[in-house]
């Protein structure tokens, strides 16, 4: 029988926002392969601006864009078994969603430098994953009551 930090552990609110980021970002980086779900499709190249496929219609992607996102999938789901590793994967995966937006706003889209690569929605996106993950890595960990 499981003893009981072990049960709460499994039901920890920080590791089940850590699995659910995990296995949305491994089903968006597989849907940037699938035709239809990702449009120009034959345009997609494996870096850069140049690639105009888009996944959902919406968001540019390119082969370098969707292994990103596969990996911070594969990322999410072996931190998610910790309420540590959790929260890590939250917290540096959302800053690292930061820093990706900030470099998003700055660069020219169409310059050598958009090299994931990224559009307006894109960014925009990064931000939401950025406040959201920080927050919920941060504000869904329980600290000890102080005596």
Sequence with gaps: MANHSTSVAARSPVRTAA?????VFLLVGAA?????LTTNYDTMQFAGHESDALLLGVFQVSILH??????YGVAGLALARTVNGARLFLVVGGATYLVLWLYGLVIGHDTAANFVPLNNA???LHLFLAVTMIALGLLLVRRPART
Excluded: E, K, R, S
């Design 19 to 23: 699995l659910v980021y995990a296995v």
């Design 66 to 71: 969707n292994i990103v996102h596969l990996l």
């Design 32 to 36: 940037g392969f699938i035709p239809g």
């Design 122 to 124: 894109d960014n925009w």
